[in-house]
């Protein structure tokens, strides 16, 4: 059975509810516990434990460190391609937004890699819109395979495929697969996602599951949250963790935590979840899965993010750009908009009103924490803790 069955029948309703009514007492028996069940994490993630968060605090930063040590984990994005053909209303890439969108070549993404290898970078995410025709699963592993000798770790993040689709690229060298399912609410998932094979909840839900038959050694999941409650979101991505831990055990996990920023199309968040929200789910994600790497990307200022440095996260983004050929303009010759499937080139009144030194691809999101990586590291450095650009070779999976 798939997660998708297990999903099926799992009492969530039941659960959200225990949250919404779990006392001061639950939540201090819950924290002298070794071992969590999602009804614990239930009560970690409720009001009651909204105002016991000093020892949540203190009960995750030292199981943190007794799992990790005082080390982060750096890494950075690297957009491939900003067309897709899905309409997503929460995202900045939706096939229907009037955007410049340009698609690298192998060329132009080594360019891209280069400049963040020169800023310490080992451990980069290729990122990019769902859209076979741009970016299709050559495509992939033609970039994954370039940039396999100067890159030990690499990650993607792009549209769902088929586990034989993915065995190409685990051999050219990704180690890696994240893939959010935006929303566990079926409904409002159908609501916002109108066109396009994205519109498959139970397509994307199994995703992980296909990635870890195909090889990838580590796989990301997460929920977006400003769209469904956010206890109830939280609950089906610790569900979907659990399951897994259970079942692709081979595999280590990451759990991400987004926040919706503002894009383009000024989609409005539906739900509110706020800073000491996301430190108290911090916190619970800690201690329910002990083991589980906490990513914290540059959606969240850099107040917050240096906070929670010590309560839980153990990989951070720094430096990031959300559009294809953010870090050195690569790409800009190639700029246009795409409408139903078509190219359409830039006029020459259009370019004159846009063209500039500051011209550039659509990104996905606008980033909150805009300091260069030598500044996260630094401050990662007087907070205490040890920035990791590197931390795993092939070599070291060679027989």
């Given amino acids: 059975m798939s997660f998708v069955g297990e999903f099926n029948s799992l009492p969530l309703d039941a659960?959200?509810?225990?949250?919404?009514?779990?006392?001061?007492?639950?939540?201090?028996?819950?924290?002298?516990?070794?071992?969590?069940?999602?009804?614990?994490?239930?009560?970690?993630?409720?009001?009651?434990?909204?105002?016991?968060?000093?020892?949540?605090?203190?009960?995750s930063q030292g199981l943190t460190q007794q799992r990790f040590g005082k080390v982060i984990r750096l890494f950075a994005p690297l957009y491939l391609s900003n067309e897709c053909v899905n309409n997503c209303k929460y995202c900045g890439f939706?096939?229907?937004?009037?955007?410049?969108?340009?698609?690298?070549?192998?060329?132009?993404?080594?360019?891209?890699?280069?400049?963040?290898?020169?800023?310490?970078?080992?451990?980069?995410?290729?990122?990019?819109?769902?859209?076979?025709?741009?970016?299709?699963?050559?495509?992939?592993?033609?970039?994954?395979?370039?940039?396999?000798?100067?890159?030990?770790?690499?990650?993607?993040?792009?549209?769902?495929?088929?586990?034989?689709?993915?065995?190409?690229?685990?051999?050219?060298?990704?180690?890696?697969?994240v893939v959010y399912q935006e929303t566990y609410d079926r409904a409002l998932y159908a609501e916002l996602h109108t066109a396009g094979p994205k519109r498959d909840f139970n397509w994307r839900m199994e995703t992980p599951e296909r990635a870890y038959a195909a090889g990838f050694r580590r796989l990301g999941i997460g929920a977006l949250f400003g769209l469904a409650d956010w206890r109830f979101e939280a609950l089906c991505v610790a569900a979907h963790a659990d399951y897994l831990l259970r079942n692709c055990w081979k595999a280590q996990l990451t759990?991400?935590?987004?926040?919706?920023?503002?894009?383009?199309?000024?989609?409005?968040?539906?739900?509110?979840?706020?800073?000491?929200?996301?430190?108290?789910?911090?916190?619970?994600?800690?201690?329910?899965?002990?083991?589980?790497?906490?990513?914290?990307?540059?959606?969240?200022?850099?107040?917050?993010?240096?906070?929670?440095?010590?309560?839980?996260i153990t990989l951070m983004s720094a430096g990031s750009h959300t559009e294809p050929g953010g870090y050195t303009g690569a790409g800009k010759e190639h700029l246009h908009q795409t409408v139903r499937g078509r190219i359409v080139e830039?006029?020459?009144?259009?370019?004159?009103?846009?063209?500039?030194?500051?011209?550039?691809?659509?990104?996905?999101?606008?980033?909150?924490?805009?300091?260069?990586?030598?500044?996260?590291?630094d401050r990662i450095r007087r907070l205490g803790y040890e920035p990791v650009w590197k931390d795993w070779d092939a070599a070291l999976s060679c027989n």
């Avoid at 290729?126 to 299709?136: K, N």
């Avoid at 430190?279 to 993010?305: H, I, N």
Wanted: proline share 6%.
């Fill in 15 to 59: 659960g959200l509810k225990r949250s919404l009514s779990a006392t001061a007492t639950n939540v201090r028996r819950t924290l002298t516990k070794s071992r969590l069940t999602l009804t614990d994490f239930a009560d970690l993630i409720s009001p009651a434990a909204s105002d016991l968060l000093e020892p949540l605090c203190r009960r």
């Fill in 94 to 177: 939706s096939r229907d937004n009037p955007i410049l969108r340009v698609t690298l070549s192998l060329d132009e993404v080594l360019r891209e890699a280069r400049a963040l290898k020169e800023q310490g970078f080992r451990n980069i995410l290729l990122v990019a819109g769902e859209h076979p025709r741009f970016v299709s699963k050559n495509y992939l592993a033609d970039c994954v395979s370039a940039l396999h000798d100067e890159f030990p770790s690499i990650s993607l993040e792009v549209g769902p495929m088929e586990t034989e689709d993915y065995r190409p690229i685990v051999r050219a060298g990704a180690e890696g697969l």
């Fill in 255 to 312: 759990i991400s935590l987004p926040r919706l920023r503002p894009c383009a199309g000024e989609f409005e968040p539906l739900t509110r979840m706020t800073s000491r929200d996301l430190v108290q789910l911090v916190c619970a994600f800690r201690l329910m899965f002990p083991d589980a790497g906490l990513v914290l990307s540059t959606r969240e200022p850099a107040k917050l993010r240096d906070g929670l440095v010590p309560l839980g």
């Fill in 346 to 377: 830039l006029g020459a009144s259009e370019w004159a009103t846009t063209r500039s030194d500051d011209v550039h691809a659509t990104g996905q999101f606008d980033i909150a924490d805009e300091r260069s990586p030598q500044e996260v590291a």
